[in-house]
């Protein structure tokens, strides 16, 4: 299997640099992903051309987290920049078409970006109470 | 010419029997191997709780000291995890889905 | 003229899962299309921290409900690379037979689906009563009708023994034959051609600029197919993408009529080729580690980005579908459009709206 992928970790000033280097090149976009550690997010830019992946990779704090937007250089980033809006709280500015939060509809808002503890998806609990020595039930949100 | 590719088929369909069967009139197709519902056989359970720790939904409760095993059929989706993994194969996926239910009980054996 | 705006969905005859759309209209001509999605995000992405990584198959099964085998599978593929487990030959073989069985199970619904969109109803009801037959093989090899269920971390749950593999072949000649003549239809009938000829062009450049995967990216020329990358049997099957280079929806209907037939192609080269043995390895530990994962599935290319630090729970899990990627496409075509193409833009890129929001 061939899933041949390199990591790079810039820092987030050259991000709109690097990017437009990629498109120059004839990157196309493939994704734009977030992961919320305890105190910061890692930002991963993937780009693919001819079936080798590149990534590059952020860090931004989880509190005040302002990217600027790549929406001028890729049209496509628009969803994406606004689902890490949605679901991380992080400021991106510049959007190309910006949905000011309502792209998705969740129970929670920011569900990634609290900086407490990630809040429970409000669970539809079973309605039997468990007897004693059972083993846990993990409700999945319906 | 597609046109008469349709014509073909309309003329076909009509004259054969159709795909569908006359359910319930005609019983259903079995097709061997199929998950339907969980069974459950009382005789061989130790109650040892490995298929109520690893069932994804939760849809099992198995108490150890009252010896109570109880499956919530509606939680329940059929995967066979807790087949895979009971040690004394009291627990089997049937072809067929059961009966209907109309509240969310659990059952108790 | 003054402009309207008309909503459409969620709730539309044509659409498979539920898509927000306000179409701006002047005039039965639509100026700009605004989604608005999440009704039915289910928060899959946040479920890792309650399931374990084992258990998490079922759910990234769960994704989707027509794309849902290729879904575990990736899952699979990207913890079995987090871990270095070598999946034995068998399970890999095996896999691509269910992963191609899927493919033709989506296509033929989309071709029906799209039949009805342009109003051809019953051409809608053939391709599925074709599908229905692809359906009862996959339950009988795997158990399960859309949620297969048969994809584990290590390998898969269930073999098919070689009764069933030529029942299988057997069964694979008569939905050959029968999807030679809905296609042909497809391809030549006057009345869908009129519809979808010309409707909704992506040039070469707009579809490689806007991140479009899959047929979408196919049906306007350019030759990119994960399935080249290599994993389960394709490593040993060489496949050829199918390409168009008209970009309307007519090549996309065309190229996924093709795939079809390319899918058959593959179930039974790789059923001469499978080779004896067992069909799962035995898997300890938690992982450790992250990797991204991209396969193709029906709709497109999927990329699972898995991390995992040593516990039971995954740090993360992230997944971009094709429909996500194919999503701008839709809202660029759908500007200047009419209003009676709509159903025919929106259904053109195989929306997966359940995947998209997972």
Known sequence: MNQEQTLEIIPLETLLDRVRGMRAKGYRLVQIGATRLPEQVEMTY????????????????AAEARIPSISSIYACSFLYENELHDLFNIQVEGMSVDFKGNFYKTAVKYPFGSTKAPAAQPATAASTPLPAGTAPVAGTPT | MAYFEMCRLALKWALTKPPTSRYPFQPRKVIPGSRGQLV???????????CAKKCPTGALLVNRAEKKWAIDRLRCISCGYCVDLCPKDSLALSTSHGNAATS???EFH | MARTVIPFGPQHPVLPEPIHLDLVVEDERVLEARPSIGFIHRGLEKLVEKKDYIEFTYIAERICGICSFIHGQTYCQAIEAIMNIAVPPRALYLRTVWGELSRIHSHLLWLGLMADAVGFESLFMHSWRVREQVLDIIEAT????????????????RDIDAAGISDMLRKLETIEQEIRRIT???INDSS????????GVLSREEAYDLGCVGPTLRGSGVAQDMRQLGYAAFADLQVEPITRTEGDSYSRCAVRCDELLQS?????????????GEIEIKVT???????TMRTEQPRGEVVYCVKANGTRNLQRFRVRTPTFANLPAVLKVLQGCELADVPVLVLTIDPCISCTER
């Open chain 1, 46 to 61: 993937s780009f693919d051309l001819k079936n080798s992946l590149a990534n590059l990779r952020f860090h931004v704090p």
């Open chain 2, 40 to 50: 459950f056989t009382k005789d061989n359970c130790v109650y040892c709780t490995v």
């Open chain 2, 104 to 106: 969310r009980t659990q």
């Open chain 3, 142 to 157: 795997t158990g399960g009708r859309v949620i297969f269920g048969s994809c584990k971390i290590g390998g898969v749950r």
């Open chain 3, 184 to 186: 042909k239809v497809f």
């Open chain 3, 192 to 199: 869908i051609k009129s519809r979808l000829c010309g409707v």
């Open chain 3, 264 to 276: 058959i192609d593959l179930i039974r080269k790789a059923m001469s080729k499978i080779p004896a």
């Open chain 3, 285 to 291: 530990g938690n992982p450790s580690g992250e990797v």
